[in-house]
C-alpha cells in the first residue's frame, strides 16, 4: 500500500514545505499555503511503490526530415500575429487576463473561425453551461459554425471524449482552474490539480498533433493564477489586457517558443464580440487636441508594431510643501528620473510644480525610448507653449542627460509618416535609419539641446 503523505503547497508560486505556516518562506505571501495530499505521483513525489518496466525509446540526430512546425491560421489577422502566423500543431497556449475582459469571446471567435476553415475544433467550457455558450456564439452570429461543444470539468473524461473521432486540430480548455484529474488528490484549482491537469492536456496535445489553448485566470497583481509552472509547460503565453474604460483590448506574447514575444495584436470590443482593429495607431492618437500645451506624440514600438501614442502632461504650481507627482501608464521611478535630469543637467525646475503624466488611451508604454516625448510634454506643459502637431519624439535619456538611440528608428518615422506626421525629434544614432527625405528629422545628442530647441521653436519658455 502506498504510503499518503501530506505536504503544504504554496498557492501563489508552488513552494512545498512539510509544515503549514501563515506565511510562504519562499514568496512572502500570507495564507496561502494549504494542505494537499500528494499520492497519486503526480507533482506530488513518489508515492507509488511498485516498479514499472520502461519502454525503450528511439534515440534520433538533431537533422532529420521533421517538416517545418506547421502551422494552422485562424485568418483573424491580430490572432494570427500574436501566435508568429498561426497555431503551431501540437503546441500548448496559456491564454490570460482579469475576468470579463473577453477571453471566452476572443476564444469562441478563434474556434468558429477554425471550424468554418474545415479543421475539427473543440471548445470545452468548465466555467459556463452548454446554454450559456450557445447564447453567445448566438449574439456573435457564430451559432453556424460546427464547433464542437462540451461543459465538462474532468480531465479523464475530456481525454475519453476525444479519443473518438479524428483529434481535434484546436482543442481549447476554458479554464484550466477549473480541471481536476483523479491523479491527484486536492480540490480543482489548487496547484497540484493545476499542475497535474495541465500535465495530462498537455501530454495529449503533442502526442496528437491538436494545438492546445488553456484559459488561465489572473491573480489581483496580474499574474496567472495557480502555479507559474503552468507557464514553463506550454509553448506560449498570452496575455489578453484592456481596461473597463476603454474598448480595446491588447493580446499580448509574452513567451513564445514558435515566434516573437512582446508581438500584439490589436482587438475592440463591440456589442458584436472582438473586432480586429487594423491601424492601432488612429485608435490612440483618436481624439487629439492639436494646440494644447504638455502633449507630445511618442513613436512607440510595441513588438515589431509601431505605435503612436500621445503622452500628456501637466505641470501646476503646488501649494504642497512635498509637490504632487502622478502617473498613468508609465513608470514613476522613471519619471522622478526625466524629472531630475532636467533639473540637473538643463537648469527646468519642478520643484515648485506638481506634475501629473498620462498615456492617452490607458494605454501602458514600458519602453524607455519613450523618455524624449515625456521630456517634450513636460517641457510643454511648464512653459505653457504647445509643441507642433506635426511632430512625434522618440529616445532614451540617460543620467548624464545624453540621448541614446533605440531600436527600429526606421518603421517608427514610417508610421509617423504613414499618419500624417512630417517632423521627427530623434537620437543623433537614429538619424542614418531615416529612409525618406521629406522627413525632418532632428537629431539630438543631449537632452539640453534639445530642450533650447523646442523653446526656441514654441517661443520662449525656459524658466530658471
Ligand atoms: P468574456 O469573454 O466572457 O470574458 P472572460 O472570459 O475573459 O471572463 O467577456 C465578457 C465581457 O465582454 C462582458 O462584460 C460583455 C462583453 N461583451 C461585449 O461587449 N460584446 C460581445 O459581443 C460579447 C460576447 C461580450
Ligand atoms: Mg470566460
Aim: aromatic share 6%; proline share 4%; charged share 20%.
Amino acid at each position: 500500500m502506498a504510503r499518503r503523505s501530506t505536504s503544504f503547497v504554496c498557492q501563489s508560486c508552488g513552494a512545498v514545505t512539510s509544515k503549514w505556516t501563515g506565511r510562504c518562506e519562499s514568496c512572502g505571501e500570507w495564507n496561502t499555503i494549504v494542505e494537499e495530499q500528494s499520492g497519486g505521483g503526480v507533482g506530488g513525489g513518489p508515492a507509488k511503490t511498485k516498479a514499472t518496466k520502461g519502454r525503450v525509446v528511439p534515440l534520433v540526430g538533431l537533422q532529420g526530415d521533421t517538416k517545418e512546425a506547421p502551422r494552422i491560421q485562424s485568418r483573424i489577422a491580430e490572432l494570427d500575429r500574436v501566435t508568429g502566423g498561426g497555431f503551431v500543431r501540437g503546441s500548448a497556449l496559456l491564454v490570460g487576463g482579469d475576468p470579463g475582459i473577453g477571453k471566452s469571446t476572443l476564444l469562441i471567435q478563434a474556434a468558429a473561425a477554425f471550424a468554418r476553415l474545415g479543421h475539427r475544433a473543440v471548445y470545452i467550457s468548465g466555467e459556463e453551461a452548454i446554454g450559456q455558450v450557445r447564447l453567445r456564439a448566438e449574439r456573435l452570429g457564430l451559432a453556424d459554425a460546427p464547433v464542437a461543444l462540451a461543459a465538462e470539468t474532468s480531465v479523464e473524461d475530456i481525454l475519453a471524449t476525444l479519443q473518438d473521432g479524428e483529434p481535434p486540430a484546436l482543442l481549447i480548455l476554458d479554464s484550466i482552474q477549473t480541471l481536476w484529474t483523479d491523479q491527484a488528490d486536492s480540490p480543482p484549482g489548487t496547484v497540484t490539480q493545476v499542475r497535474a491537469s495541465a500535465q495530462a492536456m498537455v501530454r495529449y496535445a503533442k502526442k496528437h498533433g491538436t494545438t492546445l489553448v488553456l484559459v488561465g485566470h489572473v491573480t489581483k497583481d496580474g499574474q496567472i493564477a495557480g502555479p507559474r509552472v503552468v507557464e514553463h509547460m506550454v509553448d506560449a503565453v498570452l496575455y489578453f489586457e484592456g481596461d473597463g474604460a476603454h474598448q480595446y483590448r491588447i493580446l499580448r506574447s509574452v513567451k513564445n517558443r514558435f515566434g516573437a514575444t512582446d508581438e500584439i495584436g490589436v482587438f475592440e470590443m463591440t456589442g458584436s464580440g472582438l473586432a480586429e482593429v487594423a491601424n492601432p495607431s488612429a485608435l490612440f492618437l483618436g481624439e487629439r487636441s492639436n494646440n494644447s500645451p504638455g502633449a507630445a506624440v511618442f513613436a512607440g514600438l510595441e513588438g515589431s508594431r509601431p505605435l503612436l501614442i500621445e503622452v500628456q502632461a501637466l505641470v501646476a504650481p503646488s501649494p504642497l510643501g512635498t509637490p504632487r507627482r502622478a502617473v498613468i501608464g508609465w513608470d514613476s521611478a522613471r519619471l522622478s528620473m526625466i524629472l531630475a535630469v532636467l533639473e540637473a543637467r538643463c537648469g527646468v525646475r519642478f520643484s515648485q510644480h506638481d506634475v501629473y503624466l498620462n498615456v492617452a488611451g490607458g494605454l501602458k508604454i514600458n519602453e524607455p525610448g519613450a523618455d524624449l516625448a515625456v521630456a517634450a510634454a513636460l517641457v510643454s506643459s511648464l512653459s505653457g507653449l504647445a509643441l507642433p502637431a506635426n511632430c512625434v519624439y522618440f529616445g532614451e535619456v540617460s543620467l548624464s542627460g545624453a540621448i541614446r538611440p533605440v531600436a527600429q528608428a526606421q518603421s517608427r518615422l514610417k508610421e509617423a509618416l504613414k499618419l500624417g506626421f512630417d517632423k521627427a525629434f530623434c537620437p543623433q544614432g537614429n538619424l542614418k535609419d531615416r529612409g525618406k527625405s521629406d522627413f525632418a528629422a532632428t537629431g539630438l545628442e543631449e537632452l539640453g539641446e534639445f530642450i533650447a530647441k523646442i523653446s526656441a521653436k514654441a517661443g520662449s519658455g525656459r524658466e530658471a
